[in-house]
């Protein structure tokens, strides 16, 4: 298995430009999840799913959107990249269930918006 | 005020030293985890426990629900333990696996 895979690795945009932060899994999993990291803060959650078609926000999900069509994917949305927006941007899945369960991770997207 | 706090934030040990990095969290929690960050930016789950203590290798993970404070142990440091620690809380009633997480503590074991 390859577990979580995100793409790209890097990528700078100018401000006002659009991008798709892409991630898949394959795990079949139902969770999936999309964080930020910033200097000096805890993960942040931007969007999360529980299943296929069912998408809700987290902490942080002003200028994001996310979509979720199948099981393996889970791609995050930005319309106008603003210099906000830059961080490290994380993927995770994890298995359905009441319980916690571990939370698998993607190797990470590091965003610069100038 | 955090939900999650860590201690200490910075951490720097001889190799060979036992470390221990603390975790306390004010709300109701049915799990807590550590997760480890290497320089490279991956993360991976270190432990998820909801009381006890559990083990993996030098490793050690202990929880007081009571006292809402769990500590992770490193037995006879080495360098490739270097990484950030972070703590992360899922609250107690939530379904769907949210976590709260701590800013993290910065090991750095010396040779």
Redesign the interface.
């Known amino acids: 298995n390859a577990g979580v895979t995100q793409t790209p690795k890097f990528r700078i945009l100018k401000i006002g430009q659009s991008m798709t932060l892409q991630c898949t899994q394959d795990m079949n999993h139902n ?1 999936m ?1 999309w964080y930020r990291q910033d200097p ?6 931007i969007y ?1 799913s ?1 299943g296929a078609g069912i998408t ?1 926000k ?1 902490e942080v999900p002003n200028g994001y959107n996310v979509s979720r069509s199948t099981t393996e994917d889970f791609p995050l949305r930005l319309e106008l990249a603003a210099p906000s927006q830059t961080s ?1 941007y ?1 993927c ?1 899945s ?1 298995y359905l ?9 993607g ?2 997207t ?1 965003l610069t918006v100038t | 005020k955090n939900e999650v706090e860590q201690s200490p934030q910075n951490l720097t040990a001889q190799e060979g030293e036992f470390i221990t990095i603390n975790c306390s969290y004010s709300v109701g929690i049915s799990a807590l985890h550590w997760l480890q960050q290497h320089p490279g930016g991956g993360i991976v789950s270190l432990f998820m426990l909801s009381s006890g203590k559990k083990k993996h290798g030098r490793l050690i993970a202990t929880i007081n629900i009571q006292e809402k404070h769990s500590s992770l142990h490193i037995t006879a440091s080495h360098p490739r333990d270097s990484a950030v620690y972070i703590c992360a809380v899922d609250r107690y009633g939530g379904a769907t696996n949210k976590l709260i997480f701590g800013t993290g503590t910065l090991l750095a074991v010396q040779p």
């Open positions: 969770y999840y000096g803060m805890g993960l942040k959650l999360y529980v809700d987290g490290v994380f995770a994890s269930g009441g319980s916690s369960y571990e939370q698998y991770f190797p990470g590091r």
